[in-house]
């Protein structure tokens, strides 16, 4: 994608120039191969209530790499019969340059059984905190350090590109964090280090800081996987892309457990839009891979969510209706920060409802070829408002129509 010379506003955007200005731009620090690990198929499914076949897997899997995602992270075949075939299937499925990841414990039959499934890449987890070492796992710390050095050298051993996951990361108790990593880099492998906000619990300020910190004392690429519990988990992952960490987990439309993880498309989309980073990503699939994912997975967005949500481009106010019909599709970008296009989403709708004003009841009688003087316009407006509110919902077309000729 060509960005042209004001990166903020291209044909198929319009955000602001202030974050391309000098001053802003002098922070950042951004890897020059910036590459995404899509966690849908494990993390995502481990939402409450989410169960995806094998031939589901396949399918999202193949449809993640279609669109240019770098990395799939495809289930965890140590504990499951069926993540197990569905890993092997999608190692097996020809993704081009898509790599295929498998999550595993800190254990060294784990490790083999992602090799043995034909994966590129393992993530390792390991508690990472004292608290949840000693509280939910009734480990020793010793233990913790061991079975981390033992799987990941066993993970080198097998081939596999490895990524060290040191579960709850974000809450642990500093030094012994950094003891933790060094002795596993050291003694142990990493190809890269993941830092892991299992719960949520980072903010913004406090990530260059810490990956800072981390940079200073290890020499290994770094990835974040953030979670969504305070609805921040697209912004995070974003400061810490900027502080130049070189991998971002995600998952397709935020699912995940609880409060789900960073959102693909909003980390994808505000890259591109707003800090001029094009992954390479076909952003115009990025409503047709969330309705797959969506049907797959039973579960239902909120129709206002960013970028995939189903009524985002519908308009209802009068004002912005008189925006819409002023603008044009040549000047849409006045009135929504995106073009449908841009994520393949539907055209702009004029919808007919309790906020309308005139200019909705010009497009509607446009629509049906109707003339009423301004006197009836007026009382057509008056019956769609107390329908609309009588209702609780916004009219159809016909129903208007309707009231239109019983004027």
Known sequence: MNLREKPWKTENWFTSPWNFSEEVMSNYNFSD???????????????????????????IAKKLAQIGVHRIEAGMPAVSKDDREALESIAHANLGDAKIFSFARCMKEDVKIAHECGADGIVIEIPASKHIIENAYNWSLEKAVELSIEATSFAKEKGLYTVFFPIDGSRAEFDWFIDLIKTVSSEGHMDSLALVDTLGGLNPHSIPYLINKIKSNINKPLEVHFHDDFGIGAANSIIALASGVDVVHTTITGLGERAGNAPFEDV??????MYNKDLNIDVSKLKELSLLVQKLSGINIRPNR????????????????SWVLNCGKENMLEYSPISPELVGQKKTDIVFGKHNGLANIKRVLDLLDIELNEEKQM??????????????????????EDYANNL
């Open 33 to 59: 191969n910036i590459q995404v690990h899509d966690v849908t198929l494990r993390d995502g499914e481990q939402q409450a209530g989410i169960v995806f076949t094998k031939n589901e897997k396949v399918r």
């Open 268 to 273: 994808i989309l505000s890259l591109l839009t």
């Open 306 to 321: 960013p970028i995939v949500g189903e009524n985002i481009f519908d308009v209802e106010s009068g004002i912005v209706t």
């Open 379 to 400: 009382k057509l407006l008056k019956i769609i408002k107390k329908n609309a509110i009588k209702k609780k919902r916004l009219l159809k077309i016909d129903e208007i």
